[in-house]
């Protein structure tokens, strides 16, 4: 089982569309966790960090569920720039990061 | 914008031979880092650096060595190249609580 797991869609929406990943990881010793946001051919760039109250940035919603070990991004009011690979990432309080595969979001007129 | 740049940018090599990628950094981050990033797999790390001279392995090290021999600089070094080496490199600095990533080396071993 990979350390952090995520759907890799891609999930094709309508601007204005709200859409949600899922992201799972299988070490419950995880300390931190983010969201990067990957353009294609591009380098990955921090979208927010996850806080276990969960954390909101605009349109963007971040909610961490320590009990069944998944965090979850939420974006709402797609816009055509939002379309990009979200990659989920993990740190088990090491000097390391953990990445996902990504999960690949494409927003269409 | 943290400062970061990867030299060369893209890259093709032959089998056997060895190859320097090179990251460089204005903003005097103490740690440094270097993945790669191939289809079906996330950014896995292959060295980092906690400081000048201090340096320690990721889950992906063989084949390769690091020198940061300044703040500024850290390299990554293909003893010798092989085709399972052709990939995206990226150089990160910063904190793990926010990584700034370089705009990343393409590399192919033919």
């Known amino acids: 089982r990979k350390e952090v797991e995520q759907d890799p869609g891609p999930f094709n929406v309508p601007e204005g569309a709200t859409v949600a990943f899922n992201c799972t990881y299988s070490?419950?010793?995880?300390?931190?966790f983010f969201w990067y946001r990957q353009d294609c051919r591009k380098e990955p760039k921090l979208l927010m960090s996850v806080y276990s109250s969960g954390n909101e940035d605009g349109r963007f919603t971040a909610q961490l569920n320590r009990a069944s070990q998944y965090i979850s991004l939420l974006i709402r009011d797609s816009k055509l720039s939002d379309s990009a690979t979200y990659l989920c990432v993990v740190n088990y309080n090491t000097d390391k990061l953990i990445f996902g595969t990504g999960t690949r979001l494409q927003v269409f007129p | 914008d943290a400062g970061i740049t990867q030299s060369p940018r893209h890259k093709v090599t032959e089998t056997g031979t060895p190859v320097t990628l090179r990251c460089h950094q204005t903003?005097?981050?103490?740690?440094m880092y270097w993945y790669r990033q191939d289809p079906g797999h996330g950014l896995r790390l292959i060295h980092y650096?906690?400081?000048?001279?201090?340096?320690d392995k990721g889950e992906v090290s063989d084949g390769y060595s690091v020198s940061r021999s300044k703040t500024e600089d850290f390299l990554l070094t293909l003893e010798s190249a092989t085709s399972s080496q052709t990939s995206v490199y990226f150089c990160a600095v910063g904190p793990l609580t926010e990584q700034y990533f370089g705009p990343g080396t393409r590399l192919t071993v033919t």
């Open positions: 650096s906690y400081g000048v001279k201090d340096t």
């Open positions: 070490n419950s010793a995880s300390q931190s």
């Open positions: 903003e005097n981050h103490r740690y």
